[in-house]
């Protein structure tokens, strides 16, 4: 239907311009050591380096980003853009695996086939995905007791934040997604907007057929959530700014309480993105807290 494919193809836009204001420029060319049958394991994406870092692979290919990476990947060589890789780079180092995400399609799955590069890919778009990212992972890299450790941490976050919304009551909450020029409601089927359902929050977007879709002020002034949390991507503070004057000026905003009230909380996009990582386990204790009444 066109009117899916335009959202998902301003989604795409987004998380590519999101993801290019965090990118460093292009490395310089450097070499790696790598001993006989040693293996040369290249990530492509943050989430992904996290993941092999917590579970004891060296990583010799990392991705271009502002963000800090672990301590351990000091000295890998940088591969280019999480959203378009170097294949050439990549090709230097001669890996024996590229661990990426799927959101980098089949395009690029297709070219590592091509250019007999072994290569994984893996879902992050929900928690469910990254556990299952873990396992695969684990197994790939014959790192099984690191990963069942891993992912018992995340278990217990999970169970502690469900007990604990069980003597709660369950806000109606409302999720955006804001990038330059542009902003979307986050569905349940979104990372974060399923991460709210799972602290005890009832998200009044109940659309499971897409993770992101667009919206009707009206509308949303009849639904009234008592809160709005905002995913802010690409210029966070320009995009912040110019949300929080459009609410401030516009009378259908004006008319939702949690506007009215106060109760519209921006996100930490370390923590809540547009996909998953290893930061969900503090991520949901600060979800919690927010959702629930003593976040800011």
């Given amino acids: 239907m066109k009117y899916k494919r335009i959202i998902s193809m301003i989604a795409a836009g987004i998380m590519t311009l999101g993801l290019i204001s965090c990118s460093s420029e292009k490395s ?37 980003t502002s963000y800090e990476l672990p301590e351990s990947t000091k000295g890998a060589v940088e591969v280019g853009n999480p959203m378009s890789p170097d294949l050439e780079i990549i090709k230097s180092l001669n ?37 299952e990212a873990i396992t695969t992972l684990g197994e790939k890299f014959n790192k099984n007791d690191e990963a069942k450790a891993l992912l018992e941490q995340i278990e217990a976050k999970e169970l502690e934040v469900k007990e604990k919304a069980e003597s709660l009551e369950n806000p109606e909450v409302l999720v955006l997604f804001a990038a330059p020029g542009s902003t979307m409601i986050a569905t349940s089927k979104s990372y974060v907007g399923s991460l709210v359902e799972l602290v005890g929050g009832k998200n009044i977007i109940e659309d499971s057929s897409t ?70 386990i503090e991520g949901l204790e600060i979800l919690s807290d927010i959702v629930h009444g003593s976040g800011e």
């Fill in 95 to 131: 890996p024996t695996m590229v661990v990426s995400v799927d959101t980098l399609g089949s395009d690029y799955m297709n070219l590592f086939t091509e250019n007999n590069i072994p290569s994984e890919f893996v879902s992050l778009e929900s928690l469910d995905g990254l556990k």
């Fill in 211 to 280: 993770a992101f879709t667009t919206y009707n002020k009206e509308d949303l002034a009849m639904l009234n959530p008592e809160k709005i949390l905002v995913m802010v991507h690409a210029l966070p503070e320009e995009t912040k700014a110019a949300l929080e004057a459009e609410m401030a000026s516009d009378s259908a905003w004006q008319n939702i309480n949690a506007v009215k009230e106060g109760n519209v909380i921006y996100l930490d996009s370390e923590y809540f993105g547009m996909s998953a990582n290893l930061k969900v």
């Fill in 28 to 64: 310089e060319d450097k070499t790696v050591a790598v001993g006989s049958g040693e293996e040369v394991v290249v990530a492509t994406s943050v989430a992904v380096t996290e993941i092999l870092d917590a579970l004891g692979v060296k990583v010799s290919g990392v991705p271009s």
